[in-house]
């Protein structure tokens, strides 16, 4: 497994504009960011291939999340624009270090997660 620290969470208002970052104490094949509220499954978001750097989304994030990797830092973000209030999560990294295949978006491609930040998003 890897460690795994995140940060760039907060408030801000709909329309506005978060950027989060998490760091991997070393390297690992795949890094996706997840978020889910209180009562719902854990939901993927977007995910980097560092292999093919390919980049993954899931629907509703489309046009308004860019999901990017610095490999030298192992660090990967996810810039958020136009957020919405339905935006709001607590979002989680997770990296792959064991080179699953299969489908980015289901929790059991990632074997490591951070602890979670919160991102809310008003009215």
């Known amino acids: 497994q890897v460690q795994l620290v995140e940060s760039g969470g907060g408030s801000v208002q709909a329309g506005g504009s978060l950027r989060l970052s998490c760091e991997a104490s070393r390297w690992t094949y795949s890094m996706g960011w997840f978020r889910q509220v209180p009562g719902k499954e854990r939901e993927g978001v977007a995910a980097?291939?560092?292999?093919?750097?390919?980049?993954y989304y899931t629907d509703s994030v489309k046009g308004r999340f860019t999901v990017s990797q610095d490999k030298m830092k192992q660090k990967i973000y996810l810039q958020m624009n136009s957020l919405k209030p339905e935006d709001t999560a607590m979002y989680y990294c997770?990296?792959?270090?064991?080179?699953?295949?299969?489908?980015?978006?289901?929790?059991?491609?990632?074997?490591?997660w951070g602890q979670g930040i919160q991102v809310t998003v008003s009215s």
């Open positions: 997770a990296a792959d270090t064991v080179g699953n295949v299969g489908t980015w978006s289901l929790t059991s491609h990632f074997n490591s």
């Open positions: 980097f291939d560092s292999f093919t750097d390919r980049t």
